[in-house]
C-alpha cells in the first residue's frame, strides 16, 4: 500500500469516494458535479488544504482531506481531517492507520499543533475506528449557520 498526496489527475476517484461517503455515513445524496468540483478547487489551491490518498495497485482505496484553521490561543496551526474514507473491502486492514501516521508525521514536521475532526454522531462504525487510533473527544458542539 501506498499513502501519498492527491493530484488533480485523482479528482474524480475522490468525488467518488466522497458520494459513497456522504450516503453510507449522513444517508445524504450528493451532486457529483458539485463535489467534483468542490473536489477539483481544493486540490487546485494549496491554501485550501490537502488531499492524501492510499493506493493499492494504481488504485484509490481509501482517503482523507486536510483543511486549515488558525489558532490566534496557540499560535499555530490545527489541520482538520475530514472525507475520510476506505473503501469497504480495504477496512480493518490498517488503510485508515497508515493515513492517520502519515498525516500525524507530516503535521509535526510543520508545527500543527494538533489534529481535529468531526463526524456524524450516528457513525458508529468510525467512532469505533477514531477511538481505536487513539482520538479524544473534545468538548466542544459544533454548531452552523446556513447563508
Sequence with gaps: MKIRAAKIGDAE???T???FLAKESEHILLNPKTVLTGVKALLSDKKKGFYLVAEENDSIIGQLMITFEWSDWRNKPIWWVQSVYVQK???KKGVFTQLLDYIQQKA???GVTFLRLYMHKQNKSALKVYEKTGWKQD?????HLVL
Design 139 to 143: 468538548p466542544y458542539m459544533v454548531y
Design 108 to 110: 509535526r514536521r510543520q
Design 17 to 19: 469516494q466522497n458520494i
Design 89 to 91: 473491502e480495504w477496512r
Design 13 to 15: 476517484a475522490i468525488a
